[in-house]
T-cell receptor
């Protein structure tokens, strides 16, 4: 049972435009959500997180939005840069337990 | 380098052999996690420790897999009688307490022939 879902395996965006990556979850006990970025041959690196008591968290070019009623979160990157090209994983946890990851979305930012 | 380190980075073995991976977490972190990742999938939880205590083990983990963290510092993940389906990237991560944010190593890639 996939509790965290990323239904778009890939996304291609032009440099300077906005990238929007989506994530859906099924477990209503999840109270903490994170986005990780992964380059080839490297481990995932933490990008940004949000607690369920918030609906938005911003860090520079990265903003995460949480819609608890829809069990949906999204990551906005604006403006997108070629260095943002990577695989992005959504992850969630309940009561500070282990992280459950989605299957990832491969973002490609082209000039 | 003070990040999470894993050894070996790559391991090729024949079916039926035993393999062991080592993870050295960030020194002040008391939680250590093992995940497995296969092509096209996200990291899949295997097990985690708080200090030397193994707090949870995935139901998906067969009895051929065992993990230890004897002194609450480094950890080992052993796979006995490897099968081709064990081929994957084995990721180790650590954290301080229950902050939620995990710091990952670069992974150990296992290929079972």
């Amino acid at each position: 049972d996939q509790q965290v879902k990323q239904n778009s395996p890939s996304l291609s965006v032009q440099e300077g435009r906005i990238s929007i990556l989506n994530c859906d979850y099924t477990n209503s006990m999840f109270d903490y959500f994170l986005w990780y970025k992964k380059y080839p041959a490297e481990g995932p690196t933490f990008l940004i997180s949000i607690s369920s008591i918030k609906d938005k968290n911003e860090d520079g070019r990265f903003t995460v939005f949480l819609n608890k009623s829809a069990k949906h979160l999204s990551l906005h990157i604006v403006p997108s840069q070629p260095g943002d090209s990577a695989v992005y994983f959504c992850a969630a946890s309940a009561n500070t337990d282990k992280l459950i990851f989605g299957t990832g979305t491969r973002l490609q930012v082209f000039p | 380098d003070t990040g999470v380190s894993q050894d070996p980075r790559h391991k090729i073995t024949k079916r039926g052999q035993n393999v062991t991976f080592r993870c050295d977490p960030i020194s002040e972190h008391n939680r250590l996690y093992w995940y497995r990742q296969t092509l096209g999938q996200g990291p899949e939880f295997l097990t985690y420790f708080q200090n030397e205590a193994q707090l949870e083990k995935s139901r998906l983990l067969s009895d051929r897999f065992s993990a230890e963290r004897p002194k609450g510092s480094f950890s080992t993940l052993e796979i006995q009688r490897t099968e081709q389906g064990d081929s994957a990237m084995y990721l180790c991560a650590s954290s301080w307490g229950n902050t939620g944010e995990l710091f990952f190593g670069e992974g150990s890639r296992l290929t079972v022939l």
